[in-house]
């Protein structure tokens, strides 16, 4: 049953927050203490490969665990609700991995405690995500979607801040550890979260339950061209923000610029760059995207001018370049979060499976963080070099922009 009643300011800040301590936890690691890590154990010659292994082992087992948890909590009938128990037990798992990945000393253990980091935080995204079709109405899920994507960003500002500059070290780990529960409590515990009844939920049969996760692209085809919209451009981002930092150090030439800087601080100028392109559109398109009704448009037109600035650092590889793709990144990436997540949840296959939906919809997500850097590493190494990566992360972009028209119930 779809909602109808608006949902309140208080309503939204808490699930924010919740959202900021999750990507907080992808963050942290992925954008500054990962790579280090790895450089750290592997070497400069084997960390691109290395890199590439614990990110896609990782995201394989975000993959499984983000639709299992959803599915789970969708038959959850605890009077703690459906949702909350994932949301706090994710946090708390996730944190506990997070915790264990500072302490590793080799590739496999990287690999092993980033897995189990990635299982907590993606059930916690799971029952988090599920939260919109869960009380929002359609007429406002533009604007929530814009206050509750603004976290992603901002993590990734706070993230990249609190472990090059607060934190040195895998001590950074510790602190998001923190940070991750510390901004999942109030949300789950101030929040309505009504359980479901015993008599509601379905009888369970491991044959069906597994068969759920099948969403025909036939029987459902808005939703299959949503899910083949997202991963082709989650695919692109992924590949491009792998090597963001190797990018900087060796292409960019980053602490040769600027002696006595890092590279790190290099990443953190631009991700503030661009977190502020993200701010100024990111509320403002999901509000008028509501207004007008119109999904489809723009998330075209902020994926066309997201292709830009691929194709800005694939010919013109420098810092003023570079600072120029992150604004213009940041003014199409804010539309596109909030819209396009407007937009997923209207084509959502049942009301009953919305974690379940929304975990499979993940995949999209999660699935090119396991290609994407199969795919970029050979493109870095082999074959042309970071020109030939940013053209194919720009060819993926536009590929997105131009899929979306397929989907036919969402103006």
Same mark, same amino acid.
């Given at each position: 049953?779809?909602?109808?009643?608006?949902?309140?300011?208080?309503?939204?800040?808490?699930?924010?927050?919740?959202?900021?301590?999750?990507?907080?936890?992808?963050?942290?690691?992925?954008?500054?203490?990962?790579?280090?890590?790895?450089?750290?154990?592997?070497?400069?010659?084997?960390?691109?490969?290395?890199?590439? *292994?614990?990110?896609?082992?990782?995201?394989?087992?975000?993959?499984?665990?983000?639709?299992?948890?959803?599915?789970?909590?969708?038959?959850?009938?605890?009077?703690?609700?459906?949702?909350?128990?994932?949301?706090?037990?994710?946090?708390?798992?996730?944190?506990?991995?997070?915790?264990?990945?500072?302490?590793?000393?080799?590739?496999?253990?990287?690999?092993?405690?980033?897995?189990?980091?990635?299982?907590?935080?993606?059930?916690?995204?799971?029952?988090?995500?599920?939260?919109?079709?869960?009380?929002?109405?359609?007429?406002?899920?533009?604007?929530?979607?814009?206050?509750?994507?603004?976290?992603?960003?901002?993590?990734?500002?706070?993230?990249?801040?609190?472990?090059?500059?607060?934190?040195?070290?895998?001590?950074?780990?510790?602190?998001?550890?923190?940070?991750?529960?510390?901004?999942?409590?109030?949300?789950?515990?101030?929040?309505?979260?009504?359980?479901?009844?015993?008599?509601?939920?379905?009888?369970?049969?491991?044959?069906?339950?597994?068969?759920?996760?099948?969403?025909?692209?036939?029987?459902?085809?808005?939703?299959? *061209?949503?899910?083949?919209?997202?991963?082709?451009?989650?695919?692109?981002?992924?590949?491009?923000?792998?090597?963001?930092?190797?990018?900087?150090?060796?292409?960019?030439?980053?602490?040769?610029?600027?002696?006595?800087?890092?590279?790190?601080?290099?990443?953190?100028?631009?991700?503030?760059?661009?977190?502020?392109?993200?701010?100024?559109?990111?509320?403002?398109?999901?509000?008028?995207?509501?207004?007008?009704?119109?999904?489809?448009?723009?998330?075209?037109?902020?994926?066309?001018?997201?292709?830009?600035?691929?194709?800005?650092?694939?010919?013109?590889?420098? *810092?003023?370049?570079?600072?120029?793709?992150?604004?213009?990144?940041?003014?199409?990436?804010?539309?596109?979060?909030?819209?396009?997540?407007?937009?997923?949840?209207?084509?959502?296959?049942?009301?009953?499976?919305?974690?379940?939906?929304?975990?499979?919809?993940?995949?999209?997500?999660?699935?090119?963080?396991?290609?994407?850097?199969?795919?970029?590493?050979?493109?870095?190494?082999?074959?042309?070099?970071?020109?030939?990566?940013?053209?194919?992360?720009?060819?993926?972009?536009?590929?997105?922009?131009?899929?979306? *028209?397929?989907?036919?119930?969402?103006?």
């Amino acid at each position: 049953m779809e909602p109808t009643r608006n949902v309140g300011t208080r309503w939204v800040a808490f699930i924010a927050l919740a959202n900021l301590g999750l990507y907080l936890g992808y963050f942290g690691p992925l954008e500054v203490l990962l790579p280090d890590q790895v450089q750290a154990i592997a070497g400069p010659a084997g960390k691109i490969a290395a890199l590439g *292994w614990v990110t896609g082992v990782g995201a394989a087992a975000a993959l499984i665990a983000n639709p299992l948890a959803g599915a789970l909590s969708d038959r959850t009938t605890g009077r703690l609700g459906r949702r909350h128990p994932w949301t706090v037990g994710g946090a708390l798992a996730g944190a506990l991995a997070l915790v264990l990945l500072a302490g590793q000393h080799t590739i496999a253990g990287v690999i092993i405690a980033w897995s189990l980091a990635q299982v907590g935080l993606n059930a916690m995204q799971a029952s988090i995500a599920a939260g919109v079709p869960d009380h929002v109405p359609v007429r406002q899920r533009g604007a929530v979607s814009g206050w509750i994507g603004m976290p992603q960003i901002i993590g990734v500002v706070l993230a990249v801040a609190l472990v090059s500059l607060a934190v040195t070290g895998n001590g950074g780990y510790a602190l998001i550890a923190a940070l991750v529960v510390a901004c999942a409590l109030p949300f789950a515990l101030t929040t309505p979260d009504p359980p479901l009844a015993r008599a509601a939920r379905p009888p369970f049969a491991w044959r069906s339950f597994a068969a759920s996760f099948w969403l025909s692209p036939r029987q459902y085809p808005d939703f299959g *061209w949503a899910w083949l919209t997202r991963f082709t451009i989650s695919l692109g981002n992924a590949m491009a923000i792998l090597y963001l930092l190797y990018f900087l150090r060796d292409r960019i030439h980053y602490q040769r610029l600027f002696p006595g800087h890092t590279a790190e601080q290099g990443l953190l100028i631009l991700v503030l760059i661009y977190s502020a392109g993200v701010v100024l559109t990111t509320v403002a398109g999901g509000m008028i995207s509501d207004r007008t009704g119109r999904r489809k448009l723009p998330v075209t037109v902020s994926g066309l001018v997201m292709a830009v600035p691929a194709v800005m650092l694939a010919f013109w590889p420098s *810092w003023p370049v570079a600072i120029s793709s992150a604004v213009i990144l940041g003014l199409g990436y804010g539309v596109y979060l909030s819209v396009d997540q407007a937009l997923v949840t209207q084509v959502l296959p049942s009301a009953a499976g919305r974690a379940k939906d929304l975990g499979v919809l993940s995949i999209a997500g999660s699935a090119p963080a396991v290609l994407g850097p199969a795919i970029a590493a050979p493109l870095v190494s082999r074959f042309g070099g970071y020109p030939t990566l940013f053209l194919t992360v720009a060819a993926l972009v536009v590929l997105s922009s131009a899929l979306v *028209w397929k989907i036919r119930s969402v103006p």
